[in-house]
């Protein structure tokens, strides 16, 4: 069965400069859920898109920007990197319609490492 | 607002013997519950999940859940582990089963 896939897997970036994180979520499903997870720390939630609109908003810094395309597909845009932007990051998807099953399938993340 | 807590951060076990993750939450109005398994160096896996009904929850890998509204847990447990289930689990709960807040995860350590 086709999984979240997110891309790229592994990025390391100096201070300062931008990063762009891509989600694709499983066929079908129609809600996209960003999480973020420190070292050793539990993941906190970032931002969702439902239907290409926000649908809720978590601890996310005005550095982070992040939307969901036509394809459903969604991007993290990550600017200013600071060190403590250093985590994995997972994109998570569900399907709301017609039928919600409350669960959402988690992405392998992708690992942002800050110098 | 919804928040969770696992009340232990590491849980060393014998394999073969059983073990048990304690969960506690608190929220304002009707929530569902998730355990989730992370491997190391991987992604969230969905152990299981109440959203409602029987309050004993079946998972996958041989792990069930109780959801006791009285005492607010959603406890985790599995009569007998094997050195694979090494991993950090995690609790989580949502209040329209939209996003997700979790606990600060259990690792949990199976020695042979």
């Known amino acids: 069965a086709a999984g979240v896939i997110q891309s790229p897997r592994h990025l390391i970036k100096e201070k300062r400069e931008t990063a762009t994180l891509k989600c694709y979520p499983i066929p079908r499903h129609d809600t996209v859920y960003w999480y973020q997870q420190g070292p050793g720390q539990d993941p906190q939630f970032l931002i969702s898109f439902y239907e290409k609109m926000q649908s809720d908003k978590g601890s996310i810094p005005d550095r982070f920007s992040a939307q969901q395309f036509s394809d459903y597909h969604s991007e993290l845009n990550m600017s200013s990197l600071e060190l403590g932007d250093s985590a994995l990051y997972f994109c998570a998807s569900s399907r709301r319609r017609p039928l919600y099953n409350n669960e959402q399938f988690f992405g392998p993340g992708t690992r942002l490492t800050v110098l | 607002a919804q928040s969770v807590t696992q009340l232990d951060s590491q849980v060393p076990v014998f394999e073969e013997a059983p073990v048990e993750l304690r969960c506690n939450y608190s929220?304002?109005?009707?929530?569902?519950l998730f355990w989730y398994v992370q491997y190391p160096n991987q992604g969230l896996q969905l152990l299981l999940k109440?959203?409602?009904?029987?309050?004993l929850v079946k998972g996958i890998n041989g792990f069930e859940a109780e959801f006791n509204k009285s005492q607010t847990s959603f406890h985790l447990r599995k009569p007998s582990v094997h050195i694979s289930d090494t991993a950090e689990y995690f609790c989580a709960v949502s209040d329209q089963g939209y996003k997700l807040s979790f606990g600060a995860g259990t690792t949990v350590t199976v020695r042979a």
């Open positions: 929220s304002s109005v009707s929530v569902y």
């Open positions: 109440y959203l409602s009904g029987s309050t």
